[in-house]
């Protein structure tokens, strides 16, 4: 993890001692973060995160992909801490060109407190996908031909990810606090895993000569999009789309779960030789009845590849978010 990120505020940032995991800490005196020290167009990444234990309220805990600017692009998710006992809140949210307010709020399936779980993005040149453990949540279609709604295309971003004081806003509207008897709070990351186009190599011509951008991965088929109504229809507790008060009406892409500038098909399957984003230790049966989901063990395991070390000609310097205090 050394060789891939940079880490802010030492003393409440540390990589453990084999390496193989960083762990994130909130106290009163602030937050910390991480950056990668390559920036990406387009790729397949997966993060494994354990949350903050016990009582999280207040807290925000993030892994997200940003360039920088007023016209920014940024792909997040965010996990709005709460008190024991309730869930916690995973809220996504899109920035292409500036342009952002579009978040989207889950609850997940599974308690993220107990173990590592994955967290995926799928960005090629057709779609975003946003995975849990496997199970598409999000997707974020090129539809831009279409609409005139600006699409995540040209900006190299850093993967980054940060814990932070958010008890303005993060749980119950701000209503509830952080109760700092309980600092401080850790988040712990490992087995980070990228395959992409990286600053040496950004281009379209990269990505469409990986695997991620092949057809069956430019649209989602119906099986996934099944498995997103699921998750939509069961667990989504806020989605921009449905905010008619604050936009006057439905922002465009929302009309949308597959590109507009290509021909697919939905039905298509994965090439057995190519890796897949649902390629998880469990898979979901989105007919599943009630609240809670039937878990089962799939045929094929997540299978993590060692992470290809790249160099960096200079020290990156860690942005974080001024909504972070530090």
């Not at 762990?23 to 354990?50: D, H, I, P, T």
């Not at 814990?163 to 806003?169: A, K, T």
């Not at 990351?189 to 991620?212: E, H, I």
Request: overall charge negative; aromatic content about 14%.
């Amino acid at each position: 993890m050394s060789a891939l990120f940079a880490l802010s505020s030492p003393g409440r940032s540390t990589f453990t001692t084999d390496n193989q995991e960083v762990l994130l800490g909130l106290n009163q005196e602030g937050g910390s973060g991480l950056s990668s020290y390559s920036q990406y167009l387009f790729g397949y990444f997966n993060m494994r995160v354990k949350m903050i234990p016990g009582n999280s309220a207040g807290t925000v805990t993030t892994f997200y992909f940003t360039s920088f600017g007023d016209a920014h692009d940024e792909l997040d998710f965010e996990f709005l801490g709460n008190v024991t006992g309730q869930p916690i809140i995973l809220q996504t949210n899109i920035y292409a060109s500036g342009k952002g307010d579009r978040e989207q709020r889950i609850f997940l399936w599974f308690d993220p407190t107990l173990d590592f779980h994955n967290y995926t993005i799928l960005w090629n040149p057709q779609q975003v996908v946003f995975y849990v453990d496997g199970v598409p949540i999000r997707v974020y279609p090129n539809v831009e031909a279409a609409t005139g709604v600006p699409y995540l295309k040209s900006q190299l971003m850093y993967a980054m990810g940060t814990i932070w004081d958010g008890d303005s806003w993060a749980t119950e509207g701000g209503r509830v606090k952080i109760d700092w008897d309980n600092a401080p709070f850790i988040a712990s990351y490992r087995d980070y895993f990228a395959d992409a186009c990286t600053d040496n190599d950004a281009s379209t011509t990269c990505a469409m000569a990986k695997w991620w951008s092949q057809p069956q991965l430019q649209a989602l088929d119906d099986s996934l999009i099944g498995q997103l109504d699921w998750v939509k229809k069961n667990y989504m507790v806020y989605d921009y789309c449905n905010d008619y008060a604050r936009f006057n009406g439905t922002p465009p892409e929302c009309a949308y779960t597959r590109p507009t500038s290509i021909l697919y098909n939905t039905n298509s399957s994965l090439s057995s030789s190519a890796p897949s984003p649902t390629s998880s230790p469990f898979s979901v049966n989105p007919s599943s009845p009630g609240p809670s989901p039937v878990l089962s063990m799939s045929s094929r395991t997540l299978k993590y590849a060692q992470p290809i070390i790249l160099l960096s000609t200079s020290l990156i310097i860690l942005h974080i978010s001024m909504q972070a205090g530090f």
